[in-house]
C-alpha cells in the first residue's frame, strides 16, 4: 500500500510542478504590437435573452475601433425571446455592426460553422452569450497573433457572487482554465474555451472547420484546436495579459453545475489524442487514489505516515492555483479551497464514470456522446 502511494503521488507531484512551470512559461509569453486589422466575432446564441444584452454592452465598451469588428449573432434556434431582444439591441446600439443570422443545422458547432462562412474578417474570434468582455479583449486578442499563428486562446474565469457555490466553482474552474494553459506551455494544447478563442478563418477552413465532430455534442473549442495543433504545428499562442480575461456566470443550481460537468467530460470518449487521454486517465486514477489515502488515515492512523505526503500534494497545488487566481485577478478562497480536497475527487470520478453512460440536458435538448 506505502509502495503504491508512494508511487501515485510522486507522479503527482512531477505532474503538478510540470503544470507550475508550463505555468509560468505560458504567461511569460511576449505579446505583440497593437494590430487594427479588421476582424469577426462569432457568437452562438440559443435561449439567451436574459444575458445577451450584457454580452453587447460589453462590446460597447471595447477599446478596438468600431469601424474595424463586427459581431455576427448566430441564432441556433432559440426558443425563448432572443430574437427580438437581439433586434432590440441592433436599435440599441447603431455604433455596433452587429449581424443577426440564423444557423444552418442544430447544435452550437453548426452555428459558429454559420457565423465562419458569413464573416468578413480574416481573424475570428469567438465567445459565449452569458460572458462578460473586458475592454482590451478584442485588441488583446488580436495583437497576439503573429504571421505563424494560427489558433490564440485567451483566459476565462467565473464570476462569483455572494453564495459559497459560486466560489467554490470559480476555483475548480480556474485550475481546469490554467491546466490547459499551463500544458499550452509546453507546447502540449489538450484544453482551451470558446468563450475566449481566436483563429484564422483559413486555417478553419484548411482543417474543415467541425468536419467529423458534429455529431459530438460539445468540444467545440477542443476539437478545432486539436485539428489545427496537428495541421499547424507549434501555431497556437496563449494572451497571456490579465486584461483579457473573460468572465462568465456560475450555474446556479447543483442540477445545472451536473449537466454542464457532464456535457464537458463526456467528449473525452470522442477524443483521439492519445496525449489527452492519458491526462484524463492519471488524473481519475490519482483521485481515486486520493480518496483511498484519507480513507486509509481515518481507518488506520497509527499504521502509516503518510502525512508529508499529503502535505506535499496540498502545499504543490496551493501554489499552482495560487498563481492562476492571481493571473485571473480573481479573490482566493481558503474555505473552497479546503472544501474541493474533499469534494474534488468525489466530482472528477462521478462526473467521468456517469458521462459515458448518461445523457443530459442542455439549453433545452437532450443529448448524449455516442460517437
Keep these: 500500500m506505502l509502495i503504491y502511494l508512494i508511487a501515485i503521488f510522486s ?12 505555468w509560468q512559461k505560458a504567461i511569460s509569453s511576449k505579446q505583440d504590437e497593437p494590430c487594427k486589422d479588421f476582424v469577426s466575432v462569432v457568437v452562438a446564441v440559443r435561449n439567451e435573452e436574459s444575458t445577451i444584452s450584457n454580452l453587447i454592452e460589453s462590446f460597447g465598451r471595447q477599446a478596438y475601433p468600431k469601424d474595424k469588428f463586427e459581431i455576427i449573432l448566430v441564432n441556433d434556434h432559440s426558443t425563448d425571446q432572443t430574437e427580438p431582444e437581439i433586434e432590440k439591441l441592433i436599435d440599441q446600439y447603431p455604433g455596433l455592426s452587429i449581424i443577426k443570422t440564423n444557423s444552418v443545422g442544430a447544435g452550437k458547432k453548426k452555428a459558429i460553422t454559420t ?12 465567445t459565449d452569450a452569458d460572458c462578460t468582455l ?18 490564440v486562446i485567451g483566459a476565462v474565469k467565473i464570476s462569483t457572487d455572494k453564495t459559497f457555490f459560486s466560489k467554490i466553482q470559480a476555483l475548480e474552474f480556474s485550475s481546469v482554465i490554467g491546466s490547459g494553459i499551463a500544458l499550452l506551455g509546453w507546447n502540449k494544447p489538450i484544453m482551451c474555451n470558446g468563450a475566449s478563442l481566436a483563429f484564422r478563418k483559413r486555417a478553419f477552413i484548411d482543417v474543415k472547420g467541425y468536419e467529423g465532430n458534429f455529431q459530438i455534442p460539445s468540444g467545440d473549442d477542443e476539437f478545432l484546436m486539436r485539428k489545427i495543433s496537428q495541421r499547424f504545428p507549434n501555431s497556437i499562442r496563449f494572451v497571456a495579459n490579465p486584461e483579457c480575461v473573460v468572465a462568465t456566470t456560475p450555474q446556479k443550481s447543483i442540477h445545472d453545475f451536473v449537466h454542464q460537468r457532464l456535457r464537458w467530460a463526456g467528449k473525452w470518449k470522442a477524443n483521439d489524442s492519445a496525449f489527452a487521454k492519458f491526462v484524463a486517465l492519471f488524473v481519475l486514477i490519482f483521485q481515486i487514489s486520493w480518496l483511498v489515502s484519507l480513507g486509509y488515515l481515518i481507518f488506520n492512523s497509527t499504521s502509516i505516515n503518510i502525512y508529508p505526503i499529503i502535505g506535499y500534494k496540498v502545499g504543490l497545488e496551493l501554489i499552482f492555483l495560487w498563481r492562476v487566481s492571481s493571473f485571473l485577478r480573481q479573490p482566493f478562497n481558503w474555505i473552497a479551497f479546503l472544501a474541493l480536497q474533499m469534494l474534488y475527487p468525489i466530482y472528477v470520478i462521478c462526473s467521468g464514470l456517469l458521462s459515458q453512460i448518461k445523457s443530459y440536458r442542455w439549453k ?8
Design 115 to 126: 457565423g465562419v462562412a458569413a464573416a468578413h474578417g480574416e481573424i475570428i474570434l469567438t
Design 134 to 151: 473586458p475592454v482590451d479583449w478584442i485588441s488583446g486578442m488580436r495583437k497576439a497573433f503573429i504571421q505563424e499563428t494560427q489558433m
Design 364 to 371: 433545452d435538448r437532450t443529448a448524449s456522446f455516442s460517437r
Design 11 to 22: 507522479s503527482y507531484f512531477i505532474f503538478l510542478i510540470l503544470l507550475i512551470v508550463g
